[in-house]
């Protein structure tokens, strides 16, 4: 009701509520009823909000993201409101303004000295406070310095093709500005840190500088032979400076001297080809002079230049922080453009977003039950197309099945010719290979799309589903005796991991209790290395015995092998130097000079029962270094190898006398593990809080006629599909592999 309709005893009501001693604030309770009361925001609350902020720098956030909005006009409205407060400050407003004109020749080394630096000691210096010194200093250089026949040519010359820009006077300036910062920089061991610091922060501003003129010489005027010019005579001697000083000073810019020159060379050089050259020219002169300006951007002071987007990531970091509080919450955080887009599902900026206990739950979806045994190991395929599982089954050799995902999990293909019970699975990269691992015999290569004898599973089916068919190894391989220290019997393989590069493309490694590790090759099918033999020389050199191996991972990148060792640690070896992979039909590669050097030991101190990395597909991933480890009792570990620093615990599930294995799930966001009670426990993997408990394989089952043995309740294993983030297995003492799937209530 609009308040000139309202009534006396209205407006006395209203009154009285918002009186002082009644509002307290936003957590207030009306004090007639005891219940929640409206947020009033009045005058009084918003003095004490902006009182813990600057008023300057809250201005400075609004006008920059009414510009970088569109709002121009209202950003213009707010400046002249506020009294002319500035986003940046006029120095700076000077160069990039130059800068995205491509006045290059405006820049000078009084223009940059102006700008408020993070680190403004360099200014104190003498030869920078007088405005007239920097000329002398270059008039003084130049009668008393004879430069050389093509310098001058550089500064003669006459022909130059620009559009907006005066290139002989930038050569000018550039010269004489060398000559400024060359007489600072041979006095540079009187300088304290933060003059060093200084001067280091104005010759890299200097770089970029050069840089982007350099690329728009090559790409813009494609003047190569001007660049040529330019990058003897003028920016290379820039680069020898930044490089003296960085002997003395450490830097925060991502490239060295060295690679700069290099990468300035290779555009040379190389066909001038945009598209390939991405990295270097963003592809156009606009999108260029605006990536310059935000890396000099990074050296200004912020308080005299408000970062791009300051107020935008600011609010990104608040709802992250409101999803950090939410502990059954684990989608991608890092994705924000739910932070600032209106899509469905994305944060309310207008008010707190509360977290709903119903917000995950596990969401059963079919039983397989097709194996009589213990399921011992579960792996999806790399493209998810396939669930391969062993289970325990002593009266037969057909231990192994392949579901077809997108078949409704039919039986796909069953692997025969495995006497023993299967250890363990993997699949190659392209999913068309898996090998087994019986527990104490040879190890087996199947091509799972290979055709076999026809079995009776899927004949209950009245569809045109093809019958599951029984297929042998193309291959098997075991370790003998004599080539392995400690074995009196065959030794054993019980852990299996592919290489996934091209230039590995058909390699796997096996791990042994027996003391070895085997690279093979399947398409020599031949033992191409026993990391036994070829270990590092501070292990030789101190008499230490390769480890007893119970599970081995490659990372993606195919440069580190991590081995889990029964002796309580876990070791991780670069394997980057292994010769690549030959031509079908070749000899295998000479491994006579690779050796097996160890980067880190993370030391357990405890008994482990399994090992995994998570699923990623970017060799460049900080999750590359991860490495999980049920230990027992009762606890998984996730460790940093790289750094070898142990990163979080998860607890809650039971695992004393069993091989109990875990994984990475969710597009790696949650772990998963079985356990000895028969559920599935799945934690958040950075808070470490456990986000669901699932009754997987709690209910007793009566065996089959023809099994010698009852059913335990053991959970033994989760497997979660890397290609479908909702979608994860579990596999039981029961005989049962339960698929589940992730969903939101």
């Not at 292990?539 to 993606?556: C, G, N, W």
């Not at 028969?678 to 808070?687: L, S, T």
Request: proline share 4%; aromatic share 10%; with cysteine.
């Amino acid at each position: 009701m609009p308040v000139e309709y309202q009534s006396s005893e209205e407006r006395e009501r209203r009154d009285r509520f918002f009186a002082p001693p009644y509002f307290k604030g936003k957590n207030s309770r009306c004090p007639s009823t005891g219940g929640p009361s409206s947020t009033s925001f009045t005058a009084q609350n918003m003095q004490i909000s902006q009182n813990q902020f600057d008023k300057t720098q809250l201005t400075k956030l609004l006008i920059d993201t009414l510009h970088e909005m569109g709002y121009v006009e209202s950003a213009k409205s707010l400046q002249k409101e506020s009294g002319g407060i500035r986003v940046e400050s006029g120095s700076v407003q000077k160069l990039f303004s130059a800068i995205r004109l491509g006045r290059f020749e405006e820049i000078d080394m009084q223009m940059l000295i102006n700008l408020p630096l993070k680190n403004r000691a360099l200014s104190t210096l003498p030869v920078f406070q007088n405005n007239t010194h920097t000329s002398q200093v270059n008039q003084e250089y130049s009668e008393s310095t004879t430069t050389n026949e093509d310098e001058e040519n550089a500064m003669k010359i006459d022909n130059i093709i620009s559009k907006n820009t005066d290139w002989s006077q930038f050569f000018n300036n550039m010269q004489n500005e060398h000559r400024v910062l060359e007489s600072v920089v041979q006095e540079m061991g009187s300088l304290d840190a933060p003059a060093l610091s200084g001067l280091l922060d104005i010759i890299e501003i200097v770089v970029l500088i050069n840089k982007q003129v350099f690329l728009e010489l090559m790409f813009d005027q494609q003047e190569s032979s001007l660049a040529v010019l330019f990058l003897r005579t003028v920016f290379r001697k820039f680069i020898q400076l930044w490089e003296v000083v960085l002997m003395s000073q450490e830097s925060t810019y991502t490239l060295t001297p060295d690679v700069l020159l290099k990468q300035m060379t290779s555009v040379l050089t190389s066909p001038i080809n945009q598209a390939e050259m991405s990295d270097v020219w963003p592809g156009s002169v606009e999108r260029a002079r605006q990536a310059l300006i935000d890396s000099i951007s990074n050296y200004v002071d912020p308080n005299e230049l408000v970062p791009r987007g300051r107020l935008l990531t600011l609010l990104s970091q608040a709802m992250k922080y409101q999803s950090s509080q939410n502990l059954l919450n684990f989608e991608d955080e890092d994705d924000e453009s739910c932070f600032i887009q209106g899509d469905s599902g994305a944060y309310n900026l207008l008010q707190d977003n509360a977290s709903s206990s119903n917000r995950i739950k596990f969401q059963f979806e079919v039983q397989l039950c097709y194996t009589v045994g213990e399921i011992w190991y579960l792996e999806f395929s790399p493209d998810g197309k396939y669930l391969a599982a062993a289970s325990a089954d002593s009266s037969t050799d057909q231990k192994v099945h392949i579901y077809d995902v997108e078949n409704e999990f039919r039986v796909y293909k069953i692997l025969g010719g495995n006497d023993q019970c299967v250890l363990y699975l993997s699949f190659s990269p392209d999913s068309r290979y898996l090998v087994s691992c019986p527990f104490n015999e040879e190890a087996k290569i199947y091509d799972i799309h290979k055709r076999g004898e026809p079995s009776e599973i899927n004949s209950e089916f009245d569809d045109d589903f093809a019958p599951a068919e029984i297929i042998q190894p193309e291959d098997s391989f075991s370790l003998s005796s004599d080539q392995t220290s400690g074995a009196t019997a065959a030794p054993r393989i019980w852990c299996c991991s592919w290489f996934h590069t091209e230039k590995n493309k058909g390699r796997f490694a096996l791990g042994s209790p027996d003391r070895d590790v085997i690279i093979y090759d399947i398409g020599t099918k031949s033992v191409i290395s026993r990391l036994s033999q070829v270990t590092n020389a501070t292990a030789a050199s101190s008499h230490e015995q390769f480890p007893r191996v119970h599970d081995l991972k490659i990372t993606s990148d195919d440069r580190y092998l991590i081995l889990m060792a029964h002796e309580f640690f876990v070791d991780a070896y670069d394997i980057s130097q292994l010769p690549p992979v030959g031509s079908q039909g070749e000899t295998p590669p000479d491994l006579s000079s690779f050796h097996l050097s160890r980067v880190s030991r993370l030391n357990v101190g405890k008994r482990m029962t399994c090992l995994t990395i998570p699923q990623t597909q970017n060799s460049e991933s900080e999750l590359n270094s991860l490495v999980l480890i049920n230990v027992q009792p009762h606890e998984l570990q996730l460790w940093d190898f790289k750094e070898q620093i142990l990163i979080q615990k998860y607890f809650g599930q039971r695992q004393l006398q069993f091989i109990i294995r875990s994984c990475f799930g969710y597009e790696n966001k949650v772990i998963a593990s079985g356990s000895e009670d028969g559920k599935i426990y799945v934690w958040d993997r950075i808070h470490g809080n456990i986000i669901g408990v699932i009754n997987g394989h709690i209910s007793e089952r009566n065996p089959p006629p023809n099994a010698a043995n009852t059913f335990g309740r053991n959970c033994n294993i989760v497997a979660w599909n890397p290609a479908n983030k909702k979608m994860f297995a579990s596999g039981g003492d029961d005989g049962s592999i339960k698929i589940w799937s992730v969903g939101h209530g």
